[in-house]
């Protein structure tokens, strides 16, 4: 490849990811805009409006960013507890563009200009990480929505990891599942490039800003992204340790990846 050549593709990727940033800043925008009118309207997180409008909104984010979805299997039925891997911020929209969930969120989010305001309204749960308490409350919290037959959806890795591997799962939130009696549907995510290959630049990952890993992703032509709802594992009457590392194990079978 020439310099003119190399000069016309990075143009072309400024263009990019120029008129999709400004595509994403515009449905933010709106996100807002419609989730305010219902909020005027004093309509709940769990209002079949909300839910619908929440489920577009989340699913046009990943087309915006260029991403083409393959979905495995069907989401658990609700009051069901999801468990999916964790790659990147982008998992979110992915997840909640698919079927109707309520989402664990780490409580800093809240702070976040404009998306932690969406993310409450949405009816999202917060994890106070670092304190003692924290997981026992975000379990019991969990463990309710279950019973109001929500479909909850967590990550059990406690943070993003690099899509060629999963981190070990923490077992504390998967007592919510033993608590409220609900089945476990253990989620896989695997971000691809053109080729096929393990995706390099979606993972969101230490020191790296959330602006630059959007910026690095909005450049890419396509995202090739697989999503796999596994097979429903019953909690009752099993330990949260042992439901935390079966579940891991069915990610990791269906991303083939070999266990540690």
């Not at 929440?54 to 260029?66: D, E, S, T």
Request: charged share 20%; glycine share 6%; proline share 5%.
């Amino acid at each position: 490849m020439d310099d003119n050549d190399e000069d016309n593709e990075r143009f072309v990727r400024l263009l990019r990811q120029v008129f999709r940033f400004l595509h994403l800043v515009l449905h933010v925008l709106a996100g807002v805009f419609l989730t305010a009118i219902l909020v005027g309207l004093q309509r709940r997180a769990t209002d079949p409006s909300y839910r619908s409008l929440k489920r577009w909104w989340l699913h046009r984010v990943v087309k915006i960013i260029g991403g083409q979805v393959s979905v495995y299997g069907e989401p658990a039925p609700v009051g069901s507890l999801l468990a999916s891997n964790h790659v990147s911020w982008l998992d979110i929209p992915l997840l909640g563009g698919q079927t109707e969930l309520t989402f664990l969120s780490k409580s800093e989010v809240k702070d976040w200009p404009v998306l932690g305001w969406l993310a409450a309204k949405s009816g999202t749960l917060f994890i106070e990480r670092g304190k003692r308490d924290g997981a026992k409350g975000a379990s019991e919290c969990i463990a309710k929505r279950l019973e109001q037959q929500e479909r909850v959806l967590m990550f059990p890795e406690g943070t993003t990891s690099d899509n060629k591997n999963t981190l070990p799962f923490h077992a504390r939130l998967f007592a919510a599942a033993v608590t409220a009696q609900a089945p476990i549907q253990p989620v896989a995510i695997h971000y691809l490039n053109m080729q096929g290959q393990t995706h390099p630049l979606v993972p969101y990952l230490t020191p790296q800003t959330l602006m630059q890993n959007l910026w690095a992703i909005l450049a890419e032509p396509k995202i090739l992204i697989e999503v796999h709802f596994l097979a429903s594992i019953d909690s009752q009457s099993v330990p949260r340790k042992a439901l935390a590392t079966y579940t891991e194990q069915q990610i990791r079978l269906a991303l083939r990846l070999n266990s540690a």
